[in-house]
């Protein structure tokens, strides 16, 4: 009767931590209260106004992905041939982005980000250092998988 009990206890142990271990994880992929989800914002320091787009939908855990970035002064004017550096990961986790995307000018201050892998659900971050005619400046968004 001791062994029975004994087995039912270390089931009843191990079904409470794979349910503890999935609300975590489902906890996990929803967004902080406030998470800014925005695609178009102004850069930190105000010295462009960027917006982010995937270029297919929809954004997907695995694959690579392609994403453009429209880069503009506060004034509307398309900024071409700037520098961007993309960067990210996913903050919660500590961690950064499992590949290193590349942006090209596309034409009429549009980048192409090539080579953005997000590995994971949940809330990534991807920022971009801009580099260009008014001045170095950095922008993050928020992106929940």
């Known amino acids: 009767m001791k062994h029975s009990l004994g087995r039912y206890a270390v089931l009843a142990a191990i079904v409470v931590v794979v349910v503890a271990g999935w ?19 102004s850069s930190a320091g ?37 520098r961007i550096g993309v960067d990210g990961g996913m903050p919660a986790h500590g961690h950064g ?28 971050e991807l920022r971009l250092s801009i580099d260009g005619p008014a001045g170095e400046d950095e922008v993050v968004f928020n992106i929940e998988l």
């Open 23 to 41: 609300l975590v994880m489902a906890g996990r992929h929803t967004p902080p209260d406030g998470a800014d989800l925005m695609r178009s914002k």
């Open 46 to 82: 105000g010295a462009y106004v960027v917006s982010v787009e995937p270029e297919a939908e929809p954004v997907e855990q695995g694959p690579l992905h392609t994403w453009l970035a429209s880069v503009k002064l506060p004034d509307g004017t398309p900024v071409v041939n700037a």
């Open 97 to 124: 982005l499992p590949t290193a995307p590349k942006a090209s000018h596309a034409g009429d201050g549009v980048y192409r980000i090539e080579g953005v892998r997000f590995n994971m659900g949940g809330l990534w």
